[in-house]
């Protein structure tokens, strides 16, 4: 009997970082023709595929419209292992520059835990903050690994 293996050849690494580039792009290009985010739990799917297998702490941002509809996701900022540093006013530059009427913050833990620090806390508090005088609201800060995810604003954080 024929398994799924004998279907299809082995992929090189580059044509497997193709593969999953595509279909990162499929996922974008779905996400953003309807109304899947509103609520943790598919933006936190969408996020973790964003972040996986990285060794390096990436800050990003998905700008959302008034619909809760993916306007576009950035990463901002490239970090070490355990840390990266952001920027609120580039942060609230790009929103202003998308169009944005709300955010999602995300940035991953490559050491697998997804337990927010205190630095994360604060920083999502400034950010909040900042972003909240140009009218731009946070709607959460997910913090991913390939292990997990979770949402401050579900952890009564946000």
Known sequence: MAT????FPPLHPLEEDLTILQALSIL???FQRRDVFDNPSSVMHFLRLQAQGLTHEVFAVMYLDTHNRLIDYEPLFRGTLSQTAVYPR???RQALAKNAACVIL?????SGMCLPSK???SLTQTLKLALGLVEVRVLD???TSDCGAISMAESGLL
């Open 4 to 7: 799924a293996t004998n279907f």
């Open 28 to 30: 974008r290009s779905r």
């Open 90 to 92: 580039e942060v609230a």
């Open 106 to 110: 995300h940035h991953n833990h490559p």
């Open 119 to 121: 630095a994360d806390e």
């Open 141 to 143: 800060h997910i913090i």
